[in-house]
């Protein structure tokens, strides 16, 4: 919604919307007293500005802040596990090459590591794989272990969190791709791998949800 200053006039009108909403211009027009023909521009601008909103044939309603509340609830609700991705994923004791190899195959710019358990041990992305490559290793004798980011200081994300949380997180750590985990067996980094969150996601959902459309 657009801050604009309102008038009395304007003000009085969203109140009257308010209250007795659905409600169309000619009846807003006579509770106040006057003609349709002046108030008309104060409908338009609130409106266009958000305040408002109409229905032909069925009048105004009040849009302003509840609908907004309402959005914003609405990004919020929206869960991980609606959303993520499979995992891509390589054992620890893989080589670089095959790594290198199974980013291009898979077409993601991150994969995530695991350990002898299966549990996440560490992320490789492009530019891990890439300082390698143009290192003077042999990348098929070098495992990915060596060169990856490891735990604990990964940044995940749960089924549960929220897709607004997870962009949150995207951004503030600054990564492309996160590993949505679930707790495994014991300790506190003992986390399976159940999918990826990465920023084409989040696109995604951005997308989907301008289209009004299920994502
Ligand atoms: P790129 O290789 O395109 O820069 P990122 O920005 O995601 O990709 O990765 C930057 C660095 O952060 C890399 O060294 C990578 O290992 C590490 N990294 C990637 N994802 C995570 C994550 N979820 N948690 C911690 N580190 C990460």
Known sequence: MIDIELTPRQKRIIAIVKEKGPITGEQIAELLGLTRATIRPDLSILTMSGYLEARPRVGYFYAGHDNRSLWLERLRDLKVKAYHAPPIV??????????????????????????????LAGVVSRKDLLRAAIGRQNLEEVPVGMIMTRMPNIVTVTPEESVYDA?????????????????????????????????????????????????
């Not at 980013?103 to 991150?110: A, K, S």
């Not at 506190?188 to 994502?215: C, D, H």
Request: aromatic fraction near 8%.
């Open 90 to 119: 390589v054992l620890e004791e893989q080589s670089v090459y095959e790594a290198i190899v199974k980013l291009f195959l898979e077409d993601v710019g991150t994969l995530y590591v695991l350990g002898k358990d299966r549990l």
């Open 167 to 215: 962009a949150t997180k995207l951004i503030e750590y600054q990564v492309d791709s996160l590993p949505v985990v679930v707790p495994k067996g014991e300790g506190r980094y003992a986390l399976e791998v159940v999918g990826r969150f990465t920023k084409t996601t989040v696109t995604r959902v951005f997308v989907a949800l301008g289209r009004e459309a299920p994502v």
